[in-house]
């Protein structure tokens, strides 16, 4: 680490390079096998991110999820977890589960898209994430995934309002839906999933002079556009 002045060390996993005498499915074993990295990241002033896969147990509350023992996230000073957003096709949630450093970080979003990397006369295909944006969903939301959402009452009602307020006037500008929609308690998240839900679409207004777009209208009728 001295010689070529690093400052980040990635164990990945690091399950991987414990050795046969490390039970990682026991606490006081697994803070013991740490102790000795904890050390040296301290005497060297570097960061260590240490990656383990979750387990399947999705019943479980987020903080349990990481497999093997407990003491990993106990021993970390900052902890985060990536995971399928529960409600959108290819799309990823980077959350986090534990801060010792400051507050918690917004839940971010992200898709991994294909991208081709020039180097010299080499052209190689690789992969690359694309930042969405954030999302306020909860961790446990997450991390129960799409069949087990316990949200999907409050998703339903939702749906059903979006009918509704498409049936008193449709189309509908977007801004107005969302804003109507928000003041009636539902997160953003949820109004997008119960859109799907329902059946609405988004489709744009365009000026008939210009062909510029002055508004985004829902519509349970069909459409090419969406927003």
Same mark, same amino acid.
Request: hydrophobic share 35%; glycine share 8%.
């Given at each position: ?5 690093? +400052?980040?060390?990635? =164990?990945?996993? =690091? ?13 006081? !074993?697994?803070?013991?096998?740490? $102790?000795?990295?904890? $050390? $040296? ?28 023992? =407990? ?44 991208? &081709? ?29 799409? &069949?087990?959402?316990? &949200? ?23 801004? +107005?839906?969302?804003?109507?929609? !928000? ?18 679409? !988004?489709?744009? +207004? ?5 062909? +510029? ?15």
């Amino acid at each position: 680490m001295r010689a070529v002045n690093a +400052e980040l060390l990635i =164990i990945d996993p =690091i399950t991987a390079y414990l050795d046969g005498r490390t039970d990682t499915h026991n606490d006081a !074993s697994t803070r013991k096998a740490l $102790m000795p990295l904890q $050390m $040296m990241a301290a005497g060297l002033g570097i960061s260590v991110l240490l990656v383990r896969h979750l387990n399947k147990n999705t019943t479980l509350k987020a903080e349990y999820r990481g497999g093997g023992s =407990i003491a990993f996230s106990a021993a970390a000073r900052s902890v985060l977890i990536a995971e399928r957003h529960p409600g959108e096709e290819g799309v990823f949630c980077l959350a986090q589960a534990k801060s010792n450093l400051g507050a918690y970080a917004p839940t971010l979003t992200y898709k991994i898209e294909q991208r &081709d990397v020039e180097h010299g006369d080499l052209e190689l295909e690789s992969a690359g994430i694309k930042w969405l944006g954030s999302t306020d969903m909860s961790l446990d939301q997450i991390m129960r995934g799409p &069949d087990a959402r316990r &949200d999907a009452p409050l998703r339903d009602e939702c749906a059903k309002e979006i009918v509704a307020l498409l049936g008193e006037r449709d189309p509908r500008p977007s801004t +107005e839906m969302k804003r109507l929609l !928000s003041a009636a308690g539902y997160s953003a998240d949820t109004i997008k999933a119960a859109k799907k839900q329902a059946g609405a679409r !988004s489709v744009r +207004e365009r000026d008939p002079k210009t062909r +510029e777009t002055k508004s985004w209208n829902w519509t349970l009728g069909g459409g090419a556009d969406e927003e």
